[in-house]
């Protein structure tokens, strides 16, 4: 016994009467071809065959510690309940009951491989207690695997860019569903019976026979190119597919599975990719149980509209086509027009014209729209402006046309600022010779007006934070924040859309950039006087625009109501650093001059190099200071005493000279500790030869300079 008559039991309990004796019949009438055999004992083993049945089934068959582990089938019973299936029970019953799974290892002999017809080498282990029974199955596994593997290679070489894929479209008119269907081949073609095997063939690059001409290894190369991008279409769609079914409740296996494994159900994004991957090409569609071939194309489908004169005196629009000869399809993304063999996608702009006129008559059942001739103004001032290349006139007079069409809309503007220094605007429009005011409700205009233009051009001064003036019928904008955006950006915009007009008043307010012509600089008293009296900003607002520049505001608004302009401005930057580096108050600067220390003269000095296009007029003094502190000059004019020269480092000669140079224009300076200079010797010796001065008054006087110096290095006391 092969296997344990308790496992039998079972899968006969499981597949039922009915399957168990489908099952025997198959066995008796050799429909079973056991592939490939696992055998450890009755308890333990696996199979897998291929099954005749109306189709060749796949089965496996895993049994471990005598519990079935797994058990599949590629027919559509195993799939509706997911049990024993009669091909899975036959593929046992043969196992079970054919002599030759029950000796010795079959060999690949001439009888054997006709018997098997196209089976591959066929091992079965030896069921005895044998030393080795568990290494002979390793053995036969990679063994089956590797001769399979060479004839998978061989087959994929001679089918290489040859198998095609082609669509088959199914529109159902009353859903509104559209289902997609798929067939494979080269020569003869083969429907893809489910779509989620395929994907599982694809991804372990399966050998498969769909027919008796058509077998082939599943990989993306075999296929052609053009079949490539649909190839891509399918494995998407039945990759969800498969887990929408094998992750969906066990409820699923009495009422069916979630999804339909034979065709895919486009959703509107899946009708946007299947254009993408059709476009350009035939394929087979079937609508109302008609099969046709229809053409994917961007074109835009010829839509046209009939507008003509009746006989009670109304004017009525219709489709020149019939309206329900027209499919609309709704992709995500886009729209598609279905007609005359065509599945047209819609332009956003075709969208937006033609197809909504189109629709509105189908969603009111209509095939035609009838209104007066009151009416004919709106027509073409808000409905022919969309679809003018669409509208063909019938049985209506130039001179009617004429008399309903709205002229070119010109909308002029007048702007000024009134006492609160408010921005404000009159607006006119103007149709031909006539004008009027469109804020005046009670002013009667005889004339066809553009309704669309005159909304749009109104939309644009509320957009730019116009308020409506109900006392002076005009446009009113208070807000300074808006005023200084209308005046840098927003009335360039104004200038293209509309006519504008402003008056005197206007131009005095705009924004402006600060101005300075020229600086003098001096030195006298030794202070720094610092003339700033050609800048031309008023003193008496200088504090407060710094104010404004120090919070980064973009602007400031003078009393006269014009604007500075804060943002990159070299001239205030020049002031709010030289009041921060310098602890200066604006109060000062409002008589134009200011008054600083000389030791400043670096610092302004550098801030000076930044004025670009202003005139600097420095005087001798201030020139030979700024001179006089140059690296270079130090090392010519100052000489460290030759004494020392031997004794000091470079940078301690830098530090001599540099406190030489303070000291000439009493500056006074500082040695920190991190200036890396020694200040131990060179304060000693910069304090002595400030000391040696003043030796005269002390006990020291008679000695020499250098003998003080010395004597100062060998006690720190001496110098104080």
Same mark, same amino acid.
């Given at each position: ?224 190119? @053009?079949?490539? $991008?649909? =190839? #891509? &279409? /399918? *494995? !998407? ?5 498969? +887990? ?53 194309? @961007?074109?835009? $489908?010829? =839509? #046209? &509209? /009939? *507008? !003509? ?5 109304? +004017? ?53 729209? @009838? ?350």
């Amino acid at each position: 016994m092969l296997v344990s008559y308790e496992i039998l039991e079972d899968l006969y309990k499981d597949a039922g009467e009915g399957r168990k004796n489908r099952a025997i019949n198959y066995q008796k009438q050799g429909r079973v071809k056991i592939k490939n055999i696992e055998y450890e004992n009755e308890l333990n083993f696996s199979l897998s065959a291929n099954v005749i049945g109306n189709e060749v089934y796949k089965t496996y068959i895993s049994i471990k510690e005598g519990l079935v582990e797994d058990i599949t089938c590629t027919c559509e019973d195993y799939y509706n309940h997911y049990g024993v299936c009669k091909h899975t029970l036959a593929t046992v019953l043969e196992f079970v009951n054919n002599p030759q799974y029950s000796g010795e290892i079959v060999e690949n002999t001439k009888e054997n491989k006709e018997k098997n017809e196209n089976d591959s080498l066929l091992l079965n282990i030896k069921t005895g207690n044998e030393k080795f029974n568990s290494f002979k199955q390793i053995v036969n596994s990679f063994y089956q695997e590797e001769v399979e593997g060479i004839s998978d290679e061989e087959d994929e070489i001679k089918q290489k860019g040859t198998i095609k894929i082609e669509p088959v479209i199914y529109y159902e008119k009353f859903s509104g569903d559209i289902k997609v269907e798929f067939k494979i081949g080269n020569k003869k073609m083969y429907k893809i019976k489910n779509l989620a095997e395929f994907y599982t063939r694809m991804l372990n690059k399966e050998n498969y026979k769909y027919g008796q001409k058509l077998e082939f290894i599943h990989t993306r190369e075999v296929f052609t190119e @053009e079949s490539k $991008p649909l =190839l #891509d &279409f /399918i *494995l !998407k769609y039945a990759e969800i597919i498969k +887990f929408a079914n094998s992750n969906s409740n066990s409820n699923f296996r009495y009422y069916g599975k979630a999804l339909n494994e034979t065709n895919i159900l486009l959703s509107n994004t899946g009708i946007d990719d299947l254009f993408q991957v059709l476009k350009g090409k035939e394929v087979e569609f079937n609508k109302d149980y008609t099969n046709q071939k229809i053409e994917f194309t @961007e074109e835009e $489908p010829k =839509l #046209d &509209f /009939i *507008l !003509k004169k009746n006989s009670s005196g109304n +004017f009525v629009i219709y489709p020149e086509k019939e309206i329900y000869e027209m499919t609309i399809l709704k992709g995500k993304t886009y729209k598609y027009i279905l007609v005359d063999k065509k599945i047209y996608r819609c332009s956003k702009e075709f969208e937006r014209t033609s197809l909504k006129l189109l629709e509105l008559f189908r969603k009111n059942y209509v095939t035609e729209i @009838e209104f007066g001739e009151k009416e004919l103004t709106e027509f073409f001032s808000v409905v022919a402006p969309k679809v003018k290349n669409a509208i063909k006139m019938e049985g209506i007079s130039e001179e009617e046309i004429k008399k309903h069409k709205p002229q070119e809309l010109i909308v002029k503007t007048y702007f000024d600022f009134d006492k609160n220094d408010y921005l404000v605007v009159d607006v006119k429009f103007c149709y031909g010779e006539k004008e009027f005011n469109p804020l005046n409700e009670k002013e009667k205009v005889d004339v066809p007006r553009n309704i669309i233009k005159e909304t749009k051009a109104l939309n644009i001064f509320r957009k730019t934070g116009f308020m409506f003036d109900v006392k002076n019928l005009r446009f009113i904008l208070p807000d300074n924040d808006k005023i200084y955006e209308f005046l840098t950006e927003d009335i360039n915009f104004y200038m293209q859309k509309f006519e504008v007009m402003v008056t005197e008043n206007f131009k005095k307010k705009q924004i402006r950039n600060t101005k300075m012509t020229g600086i003098g600089v001096r030195v006298e008293n030794d202070l720094l006087s610092i003339d700033l009296s050609k800048i031309d900003i008023d003193p008496s607002e200088l504090e407060d625009i710094m104010e404004k520049y120090s919070l980064k505001k973009k602007y400031y608004r003078l009393k006269d109501g014009s604007f500075i302009n804060l943002e990159d401005n070299k001239e205030i930057e020049f002031l709010d650093k030289l009041s921060s580096g310098m602890g200066v108050n604006y109060k000062e600067i409002e008589n134009g001059e200011l008054r600083l220390p000389v030791n400043r003269t670096l610092y302004l000095n550098q801030l000076l190099k930044a004025l670009k296009g202003t005139e600097i007029i420095k005087n001798q003094e201030y020139r030979e200071i700024v001179n006089g502190l140059n690296k270079e000059q130090l090392e010519e004019e100052i000489k460290v005493p030759e004494n020392l020269n031997n004794v000091l480092r470079y940078y301690q000669k830098t530090g001599y000279r540099w406190l030489k140079t303070l000291d000439k224009y009493k500056f006074g300076g500082i040695l920190a500790d991190d200036m890396g200079l020694r200040k131990n010797n060179t304060n000693v010796i910069s304090n002595s030869i400030l000391c040696w001065k003043r030796r005269k008054k002390s006990k020291y006087s008679g000695i020499t300079k250098f003998t003080y110096i010395k004597l100062a290095k060998r006690s720190k006391k001496i110098h104080k």
